[in-house]
């Protein structure tokens, strides 16, 4: 079983649609989290963290189920602009200790 | 402004010919990584620094290596590229926490 697991998707959605993707860890050791945005061909870039409380910025909101190892991002009102795909990313151990662990990856196609 | 920049951006190589790849910061971070990424593949962490402590993945192949010869620079060494090492190659650096990651553009290796 993978550390990070993903539904590759693709999610093809209208603009202004409202969208979620899932993601699941295995490492109960995990001590924080992130989504990172990576455009075709393009490096991976943070969107945003993932906190306890769930978090929002913008039309991008993030939640955090410890209990149930499960993390979630919602997009409201898809711009064509947040076609990319999404890596949900997990770090085990805090501190200088453990590395990032990424996900494959949800791909988004928003469509005009 | 850049802040992680890698050359070349695209590097052809022969099946066996040594290979170097280049990656720089501005950040002054501690860490710096290498990953390999293939097409629809997650980020695959093969090694990375912690200033001068170089930290091996258990299942990265020895034809990979790398030296960082100070903060600013970091090199990845394929000592006989295969067909099978044709990838995007990714670096990037983090502050000593080791959560938040800049990357580079990527270098995309291809081997004939």
């Known amino acids: ?5 993903q539904d590759p998707g693709p999610f093809n959605v209208p603009e ?7 993601c699941t860890y295995s490492n109960s050791a995990s001590q924080s ?7 075709c061909r393009k490096e991976p870039k943070l969107l945003m963290s993932v906190y306890s409380s769930g978090n929002e910025d913008g039309r991008f909101t993030a939640q955090l189920n410890r209990a149930s ?3 979630s991002l919602l997009i409201r009102d898809s711009k064509l602009s947040d076609s990319a795909t999404y890596l949900c990313v997990v770090k085990r151990g805090g501190g200088s200790q453990g590395n990032l662990i ?9 469509k005009p | 402004d850049a802040m992680v920049i890698q050359n070349p951006r695209y590097q052809v190589t022969q099946f ?10 501005t950040l002054n971070h501690n860490v710096m990584y290498w990953y390999q990424q293939k097409s629809s593949q997650a980020p695959k962490l093969l090694f990375h620094y912690y200033d001068k402590d170089f930290n091996n993945e258990a299942d990265t192949p020895d034809n990979f290596q790398s030296r960082r010869p100070n903060t600013s620079f970091c090199f990845l060494d394929i000592r006989s590229p295969g067909l ?5 190659y990714l670096c990037a650096t983090s502050g000593a926490r080791k959560e938040t990651q800049y990357f580079g553009p990527g270098t995309r290796l291809l081997v004939l």
């Open chain 2, 16 to 25: 066996g010919k040594p290979v170097t790849l280049s990656c720089s910061q």
């Open chain 1, 33 to 39: 989290f992130f989504w990172y945005r990576q455009d």
């Open chain 1, 102 to 110: 990424f996900g494959k990856g949800t791909k988004l196609s928003v």
């Open chain 1, 1 to 5: 079983r993978k550390e990070v697991e």
């Open chain 2, 84 to 88: 099978g090492d044709a990838a995007m």
């Open chain 1, 16 to 22: 202004g649609a409202t969208v979620a993707f899932n």
């Open chain 1, 69 to 71: 190892q499960y993390i």
